[in-house]
């Protein structure tokens, strides 16, 4: 059973930087969505971004220019690599892999399995 653990959080003021991690315990590949969420307190989870095939990445439009997904050359952790980092943007972060057929990537019921979380603070 696949198990994903996230880590990389912390606090940062805007305009600051943080990378974060999942570490997966199976091949990150080309047959699912590997993303990335976030849950703000009292929001909605909703997708950041995902990996939807090799090479190929999703953003939402809010964090688009700013944040990149990438895997390591293991094939077996996922990164969120955050730039200018806004007030906005605080919340727990989840990596997150779905079956890709029939579901857009930033469908969050998709997604059966699911890291702890890592939160992120942005202060202004």
């Known amino acids: 059973q696949l198990q994903m653990v996230e880590s990389g959080g912390g606090s940062v003021q805007t305009g600051g930087s943080l990378t974060l991690s999942c570490a997966a315990s199976?091949?990150?590949?080309?047959?699912?969505?590997w993303a990335w969420f976030r849950q703000a307190l009292e929001k909605e989870r909703e997708g950041v971004g995902a990996m939807v095939g090799i090479s190929d990445t999703r953003y939402a439009d809010s964090v688009k220019g700013r944040f990149a997904i990438s895997r390591d050359k293991n094939l077996t952790t996922l990164f969120l690599q955050m730039n200018n980092l806004r007030p906005e943007d605080t919340g727990k972060y989840y990596c997150a892999r779905a079956l890709k057929y029939g579901w857009h990537w930033y469908e969050a019921q998709a997604y059966k399995t699911w890291g702890q979380g890592t939160q992120v603070t942005v202060s202004s």
């Open positions: 199976e091949y990150i590949n080309s047959e699912y969505y």
